[in-house]
């Protein structure tokens, strides 16, 4: 494997997650109390560094030596806990400064999750931090543990019920709540995860510098991260960078999908949640898997720690029970992972064993092989060799924890999971004495079926999203855009687009009826007429286009008919006359199907494109895909196919397959041109876009550009 280059900006948490001295300010003599338990925790580990409680009310704490000011600490601490009221933690972080400390954990609360003044208050002590060159982690956050050198700077109540145990798999959570429940849900399942990392109110350190964080240090491998809101782009886009290119999956919990949630994400977090279909299209950019449920992201990380990601991943299956074997092949087709059929060949061979098998995929050898268990690894073997799939999931219920069949079944699975190690082993069976044996072994074990499909599957993605970090990226070359000063007429904006790369239909602008008859007569009828106004822009609304114009007389009529109804809908909307427009049919055999494509300017990631279903489908139906800008035709086809209505571009009921190729490439162009136009680009909007029948291109008829203010 190769590591990518260490962050400088990742690396400065070390001292936060990794310290080989630490101060508690606010220190307890209390064990239970916050500023308590994480002295209690790292004298019970054996925490192998100096710790400095700060007490001016007390000689000792917990049996160390207390001091009574940060100023009279022996040594600047690598790290140092704030747990004292909110009125007196800025200037202990000043202090901290002062004395050559350059990493704090703030326990304390009452800051931007408060109100307006809280969050003044933090912008404070965000300025307090960056003055010192400190890497602050909160305030109002539950803090750290790394038990790989028993460093416990938090105060959660989770230990009670148990220290980590060894493992390899990373936890980042906006949360400290629920990050450390990840913790209990994974220690219940024996999952070990002994890096906790929690950032609360984000005044310094973010998410994306843990991600980053985590993304180069050794002693992880796996990241399970809890995100309410993104809050900082850049470290949150270099972390997920890093993290595919040092091949070390991410799955993530990101809450705030509904409405509702996100309004409570926002307060509960002060951060910026923006748009779920946006954050979505980012994590699938850099190939994070997002988790529905504590439970789907516990099993998704667990089978990560095999470290087999598949980049092209097919699902063979081996079964004792039919039932079991449909189960599978729906939770696979829902899941969308491959289940190809064993070879033909392959088929007879294992018909010509057990007669009455079943060995198409899944492969169902019957209880019959229980009178043969050498049978087992013949079978396994063909799924394994014949078929090739990347995955294998095997089958066996109870019998695996059985006394009489149990010890012959695990010595055959262990020989042919020694036998091809590359291969992903999964065993789906009610066993639980025998699980830590299995795992021992190399397999991965699941009670559900279903359960080890969906994580099953992950691993193909995180696979994909590595061989695609592997690979050259593309130079996006950005056209030269000029922005007016406002937002610009329809005949404006698609002629700036067309400049980009973006077709439009051919049309002229008229300002008078004679100019329009002009234009029309040199276009060729049928034409379209349209209200051209900057302030007009949904001009279907006021009845502002015209169909099927096929002469000169309807053109003059039409001229007038839009004037009309302009100046009686939008009185005050500055009227440039009329657009003439080349009818495109968009019905019958060879007529064009209409997209729609559009660009707005998320308030985390930028300008963001889209392409979806044109006309009045994108609002019905919904059906679009989003990227973050720029990309090139590859990502611009990829997002296209992921539609759920592709097949009406690619010949669904014998329609002539329409110019995806054109459609991405002018999907792209608009990509680049989102960026090369900067800020001042509030949106796009092109739709429709009329795609016509493969080679013939594709043409914007209708765009609005919307520009904001300098």
């Not at 180069?216 to 993104?230: K, L, M, S």
């Not at 999908?257 to 951060?271: E, F, I, K, P």
């Not at 169902?364 to 394994?384: G, P």
């Not at 090139?632 to 690619?650: Q, V, Y």
Request: include cysteine; proline fraction near 7%; charged fraction near 20%.
């Amino acid at each position: 494997m190769t590591t990518a280059p260490v962050i400088s900006g990742f690396a400065s948490l070390d001292a936060l997650v990794r310290p080989r001295s630490v101060a508690v300010i606010g220190a307890s003599d209390e064990p239970a109390r916050i500023g308590g338990r994480p002295i209690a925790y790292m004298k019970d580990r054996g925490f192998a560094g100096p710790i400095w409680p700060v007490n001016p009310k007390r000689p000792t704490v917990q049996g160390l030596p207390a001091f009574a000011s940060i100023a009279e600490l022996p040594a600047a601490p690598d790290v140092a806990i704030i747990a004292v009221p909110s009125a007196l933690a800025i200037q202990a972080l000043d202090e901290l400064g002062t004395k050559g400390c350059r990493a704090v954990i703030c326990f304390t609360a009452g800051f931007a999750e408060m109100d307006e003044k809280g969050a003044e208050e933090q912008q404070r002590m965000t300025a307090v931090a960056r003055k010192h060159g400190i890497r602050l982690l909160g305030p109002n956050c539950l803090g750290v543990f790394n038990d790989a050198i028993r460093f416990y700077g938090t105060f959660t109540a989770s230990f009670e019920k148990g220290w980590p145990i060894p493992g390899r798999i990373g936890i980042a959570s906006q949360s400290g709540a629920y990050g450390t429940h990840i913790f209990s849900a994974a220690l219940d399942r024996g999952i070990g995860t002994q890096v906790c990392i929690t950032t609360g109110n984000e005044a310094e350190v973010a998410l994306g510098d843990v991600l980053g964080w985590m993304a180069q240090a050794p002693e992880v491998d796996v990241i399970c991260a809890y995100a309410e809101g993104i809050r900082e782009r850049e470290s949150f886009l270099a972390a997920l960078d890093l993290a595919r290119r040092n091949r070390k999956p991410i799955v993530m919990m990101k809450v705030g999908r509904s409405q509702l949630g996100g309004a409570a994400a926002q307060s509960h977090t002060a951060s910026i949640a923006g748009d779920d279909a946006v954050t979505q299209a980012v994590l699938d950019e850099f190939g994070v898997v997002r988790a529905r449920t504590t439970e789907e992201m516990l099993d998704i990380a667990y089978a990560a720690t095999r470290r087999i990601y598949p980049a092209k991943n097919t699902l063979g299956v081996l079964t004792v029970s039919g039932g079991a074997g449909v189960l599978i092949s729906d939770a696979a087709e829902a899941a969308g992972l491959p289940m190809p059929p064993m070879p033909e060949e392959a088929q007879a061979k294992l018909r010509a064993l057990i007669p009455f098998c079943a060995p198409r995929n899944p492969v169902d050898c019957t209880a019959q092989v229980t009178n043969d268990l050498k049978l087992i690894s013949t079978f396994a073997e063909s799924v394994a060799v014949d078929g090739g799939y990347s995955s294998i999931l095997s089958f066996w219920s109870q019998t695996a924890a059985g006394r009489s069949l149990g010890p012959k079944l695990h010595e055959q699975m262990r020989a042919i999971r020694e036998a091809h190690p590359d291969r992903l082993w999964v065993m789906s069976m009610l066993a639980p004495n025998k699980v830590r044996d299995y795992e021992a072994d190399g397999w991965l074990c699941f009670e559900d079926p279903s359960r080890a499909v969906v994580a099953i599957e992950a691993m193909g993605r995180f696979g994909a999203a590595f061989a695609k970090a592997e690979a050259p990226q593309p130079e996006i070359p950005l056209p030269k855009v000029e922005l007016p000063p406002t937002t610009p007429s329809e005949a404006v904006a698609k002629s700036l687009l067309d400049a980009a790369g973006v077709p439009a239909v051919p049309e002229h602008a008229a300002p008078d009826s004679e100019a329009a008859v002009a234009a029309a007569e040199s276009i060729g009828y049928p034409v379209v007429l349209k209200i051209l106004s900057p302030d007009i822009l949904h001009k279907s609304e006021i009845g502002g286009v015209l169909l099927d114009i096929a002469n000169a007389d309807q053109v003059r009529q039409g001229f007038g008919t839009l004037l009309d109804r302009a100046r009686h809908h939008a009185p005050a909307a500055r009227i440039e006359g009329v657009l003439v427009a080349k009818q495109i049919p968009t019905k019958g055999e060879g007529g064009a199907v209409e997209m729609a494509l559009g660009i707005f300017r998320d308030p985390v990631f930028g300008p963001v494109a889209m392409v979806g279903l044109g006309g009045i489908f994108i609002e019905v139906l919904k059906d679009v895909a989003f990227r973050r800008c720029p990309f090139d035709t590859a990502e611009a086809e990829r997002m296209i196919r992921s539609l759920r209505g592709f097949p009406l571009l690619d010949g669904a009921r014998g329609r002539p397959k329409a110019d995806v190729a054109a459609l991405a490439k002018a999907l792209s162009a608009l990509s680049a041109f989102a960026v090369a136009a900067g800020p001042r680009l509030a949106g796009v909007d092109v739709n429709p876009l009329l795609v016509l029948p493969a080679g013939q291109g594709c043409y914007a008829a209708d765009a609005v550009i919307e520009v904001g203010a300098a």
